[in-house]
């Protein structure tokens, strides 16, 4: 006989109403928004038009460099540096490409386009110690530039689109002393990675949106060089071997300074990462962050979210597990409605989010992906605690 009393009841509103809640509590919810999406058909014509209008402003874009740093990357700057160097831009720019002397498959590459009129290509001696090459390949990027305003990027990221430049720098402004424009994983990469990467920079990009910026997981990072040269550079920071994007963001955004780009034209997609440099990837971030600014404020909302998650679901487990113990079909039948209902909701959150963000990712994954998510930073945590801290920094006892 199903009997139905307060037990019951109240346990069943709970789980149902969590199921309802939780869905909400949610950075797919929060994210930011794609800029210049503009309509299909005669409207989107009609957008192009507006958009002529428009190009006597955007004539007076600054002049602006282009700062590359290969090492090894003879593929990539063959398939990748021509991208950079056919820009449509309608004033002078510079992709300056700061190489590793001792790269000859690179500096091969460099030559066959050493007549390009936006190519002005340097090296690091081979000698260069007790900092991180790839600091020291950028500051010295920077001191060759002869423009205000600079762009880092990496080799191994392309842009979508030849307004990349254009795009990027119409938020070079006087207000503006960091801009940071969108960078994802191309479609072959796995979807638990893009999902990841996606969820970090929801978070990252609604920071700066607020004019709090933490750090800059994306590589694409434009800045001032005389911001650069005033704050003398990666002072603070030099030792460590990685995380150029996050220190130059969390050292020199200030409030409010800091512009987001997310118009489909200035974004850029990275190479599918190897294990190995994906594994890096997380185990370098856990040395860094504890170098930077404003970490507690960034870990809150992500903590918070991942407490509304769990909640969800181990009050849908306990449902079941008592209603079965219990014998309280009627609360069973709540924890199978508030499971189908957690499923659904945050299936079709984010699958508004991959649809607006370009990410052809299975919306059904989504929940497996969100518990995930913890998981696998508790086993990063587990194998950097297990590293050798002297293989993060260049200054080796």
């Given at each position: 006989?199903?009997?139905?009393?307060?037990?019951?009841?109240?346990?069943?509103?709970?789980?149902?109403?969590?199921?309802?809640?939780?869905?909400?509590?949610?950075?797919?919810?929060?994210?930011?928004?794609?800029?210049?999406?503009?309509?299909?058909?005669?409207?989107?014509?009609?957008?192009?038009?507006?958009?002529?209008?428009?190009?006597?402003?955007?004539?007076?874009?600054?002049?602006?460099?282009?700062?590359?740093?290969?090492?090894?990357?003879?593929?990539?700057?063959?398939?990748?540096?021509?991208?950079?160097?056919?820009?449509?831009?309608?004033?002078?720019?510079?992709?300056?490409?700061?190489?590793?002397?001792?790269?000859?498959?690179?500096?091969?590459?460099?030559?066959?386009?050493?007549?390009?009129?936006?190519?002005?290509?340097?090296?690091?001696?081979?000698?260069?110690?007790?900092?991180?090459?790839?600091?020291?390949?950028?500051?010295?990027?920077?001191?060759?530039?002869?423009?205000?305003?600079?762009?880092?990027?990496?080799?191994?990221?392309?842009p979508d689109s030849d307004q990349w430049l254009r795009t990027m720098a119409e938020k070079c402004t006087d207000?503006?002393?960091?801009?940071?424009?969108?960078?994802?994983?191309?479609?072959?990469?796995?979807?638990?990675?893009?999902?990841?990467?996606?969820?970090?920079?929801?978070?990252?990009?609604?920071?700066?949106?607020?004019?709090?910026?933490?750090?800059?997981?994306?590589?694409?990072?434009?800045?001032?060089?005389?911001?650069?040269?005033?704050?003398?550079?990666?002072?603070?920071?030099?030792?460590?071997?990685?995380?150029e994007y996050d220190f130059m963001a969390n050292k020199y955004a200030t409030p409010m300074s800091a512009a987001?780009?997310?118009?489909?034209?200035?974004?850029?997609?990275?190479?599918?990462?190897?294990?190995k440099q994906w594994r890096n990837r997380r185990l370098f971030y856990i040395e860094d962050r504890k170098h930077?600014?404003?970490?507690?404020?960034?870990?809150?909302?992500?903590?918070?979210?991942?407490?509304?998650?769990?909640?969800?679901?181990?009050?849908?487990?306990?449902?079941?597990?008592?209603?079965?113990?219990?014998?309280?079909?009627?609360?069973?039948?709540?924890?199978?409605?508030?499971?189908?209902?957690?499923?659904?909701?945050?299936?079709?959150?984010?699958?508004?989010?991959?649809?607006?963000?370009?990410?052809?990712?299975?919306?059904?994954?989504?929940?497996?992906?969100?518990?995930?998510?913890?998981?696998?930073?508790?086993?990063?945590?587990?194998?950097?605690?297990?590293?050798?801290?002297?293989?993060?920094?260049?200054?080796?006892?």
């Open positions: 006989m199903i009997s139905l009393d307060n037990t019951t009841i109240i346990f069943g509103a709970i789980v149902l109403l969590l199921a309802l809640i939780t869905p909400w509590i949610n950075i797919f919810v929060r994210r930011p928004r794609v800029e210049g999406n503009e309509l299909q058909g005669d409207e989107n014509s009609e957008a192009g038009d507006e958009t002529e209008e428009g190009n006597g402003a955007r004539e007076t874009l600054p002049p602006i460099s282009i700062i590359i740093t290969p090492h090894e990357n003879a593929r990539e700057l063959e398939e990748n540096l021509p991208l950079f160097l056919e820009q449509d831009y309608p004033s002078d720019f510079k992709v300056i490409v700061v190489a590793w002397k001792s790269d000859s498959d690179d500096e091969d590459v460099l030559k066959r386009y050493s007549s390009n009129p936006h190519l002005y290509t340097t090296y690091i001696p081979d000698s260069s110690r007790y900092m991180s090459r790839k600091k020291l390949a950028i500051t010295l990027g920077v001191k060759a530039a002869k423009t205000e305003w600079l762009i880092m990027t990496d080799i191994t990221s392309r207000g503006n002393n960091i801009v940071i424009g969108y960078t994802r994983y191309e479609d072959s990469t796995s979807d638990y990675r893009r999902f990841e990467r996606m969820v970090e920079d929801f978070y990252l990009m609604r920071e700066t949106k607020k004019g709090k910026t933490y750090r800059c997981d994306s590589k694409c990072l434009a800045f001032r060089k005389s911001d650069f040269i005033k704050g003398e550079g990666f002072r603070g920071n030099l030792k460590y071997l990685r995380g987001l780009v997310t118009d489909p034209n200035a974004w850029m997609t990275d190479e599918e990462p190897t294990n930077l600014d404003r970490s507690a404020r960034h870990r809150l909302p992500v903590i918070t979210d991942q407490i509304a998650l769990h909640i969800n679901w181990l009050a849908i487990i306990a449902a079941a597990v008592v209603a079965g113990m219990t014998g309280r079909w009627i609360l069973m039948a709540a924890a199978g409605l508030a499971l189908m209902l957690t499923i659904v909701l945050r299936s079709v959150i984010a699958s508004k989010a991959y649809n607006e963000w370009g990410a052809d990712i299975p919306s059904w994954k989504t929940v497996f992906y969100e518990i995930g998510l913890v998981w696998h930073r508790i086993l990063y945590n587990i194998r950097y605690a297990r590293t050798d801290k002297n293989d993060f920094i260049s200054h080796k006892i």
